[in-house]
């Protein structure tokens, strides 16, 4: 099963019609035995539901050759096993397309002449694909994460200082801590080195180690310096290697520790954590910035305006207030997470509006609730 990227929601976007079916259905990352059942019964449940709406709107036939061929998948266990936190069903006379989702969202059921793609556009804007380094000096490993996991990258490093610099054995007495922030809520700003700082053996040896490993990641085939480059390891080693890199997309908050032999699930809670905290929390605060230098101008909190602008194509990009963080949820979080909800606000017209931006080619940013002044219901930049 695909995840959600631009030709996908194009091609949902493209559908007009014979009316079709939306389906939004929670499930469980890492599903155990129970939780299938769990999912298994609340997909069922919410297949039956949203056929009988669906039948009443288009011809009876479709309808329960499609319910027939969704109900197959109950007995599929390999497809459950790969659940995520929300699984995405599109179906219509042409067939059916299914996601799956890596943030929850509410049960949703919906029929209407086109497909409701309004979470698929929120997860596009929040999933910001990063590099992971778990930096050490024994080991360290390169990933690419986004909020669907972490896939480690092949990369031929040293597994030791010693090892890239044919030395027998290597000293560091040095305690400098370079400049850098650990993630985390009580994070403390490391003070910055100046040069000559470090005079113990094996100084020298570790900063020509940490370049090897830089000029390595740098020159890989596929790398791409654009995205934000994430490093978890201790405040030294993070402060070292920011000192003597050359890229330019180190985000300036690490994860702390050695994570060369972590736990992969654990492991990318923490990077999806830093991310939304660090990067797309910055992101929305810049936008939302804009949009109140600008409104009245090129900007609006108005829906009636905002309905406007996007039948002329005018909107640049669209806040739309349906996210809750909670722990609350289908999965119980141990600690906050994403949820995305459809409160009555969420009405055909606010649909409506979200989808006709998309086909235009503006930006659809979903935004914690109660985030926008006056809790609007919406907020957008335009174009001109």
């Not at 490993?141 to 030791?160: C, H, N, Q, T, W």
């Not at 931006?357 to 930006?363: D, W």
Request: charged share 25%; net charge negative.
């Amino acid at each position: 099963m695909k995840k959600v990227d631009v030709s996908a929601i194009k091609n949902l976007i493209a559908y007009e019609g014979e009316p079709a079916l939306t389906l939004y259905i929670p499930t469980h990352r890492y599903p155990t035995p129970p939780s299938i059942q769990e999912d298994q019964t609340r997909f069922k449940n919410l297949v039956r539901q949203g056929c009988d709406q669906w039948r009443q709107k288009t011809d009876n036939k479709t309808v329960t050759a499609i319910e027939t061929q969704l109900e197959s998948y109950l007995s599929q266990l390999d497809f459950w096993q790969e659940s995520i936190e929300t699984l995405a069903v599109f179906a219509s006379h042409e067939g059916i397309q299914m996601y799956r989702l890596p943030i929850e969202t509410e049960e949703r059921v919906y029929v209407g002449t086109r497909f409701d793609i309004t979470p698929l556009l929120l997860v596009e804007s929040m999933n910001q694909p990063a590099y992971v380094f778990a930096l050490a000096m024994h080991e360290p490993r390169l990933f690419r994460a986004d909020l669907y996991g972490m896939e480690e990258i092949a990369v031929d490093f040293p597994k030791s200082p010693e090892e890239a610099l044919n030395i027998d054995e290597m000293f560091s007495n040095s305690n400098t801590i370079r400049s850098g922030r650990s993630a985390g809520p009580n994070s403390i700003p490391a003070a910055p080195h100046g040069q000559g700082d470090a005079s113990g053996a094996g100084h020298e040896e570790r900063f020509m180690y940490l370049r090897l490993l830089d000029e390595k990641i740098r020159h890989l085939q596929d790398f791409d310096e654009s995205l934000p480059f994430i490093i978890a390891s201790t405040d030294t080693e993070f402060g070292d290697f920011r000192s003597i890199s050359k890229m330019k997309n180190i985000v300036d908050v690490h994860i702390p520790g050695n994570h060369t032999n972590s736990s992969l699930p654990e492991f990318h809670q923490q990077v999806t954590l830093l991310l939304r905290e660090h990067i797309a929390a910055t992101r929305f605060s810049k936008t939302l910035e804009r949009i109140q230098e600008l409104q009245g101008v090129r900007a609006s909190f108005e829906a009636s305006d905002i309905a406007a602008a996007a039948e002329i194509g005018k909107i640049e990009t669209l806040l739309v207030p349906m996210v809750d963080m909670t722990a609350d949820s289908v999965a119980d979080h141990q600690q906050p997470e994403p949820l995305i909800r459809f409160d009555d606000r969420f009405d055909e017209s606010t649909r409506s509006i979200v989808s006709t931006v998309a086909a235009n080619g503006g930006s659809v940013v979903g935004v914690e609730r109660g985030s926008l002044p006056n809790l609007s219901a919406m907020a957008a930049l335009y174009r001109y």
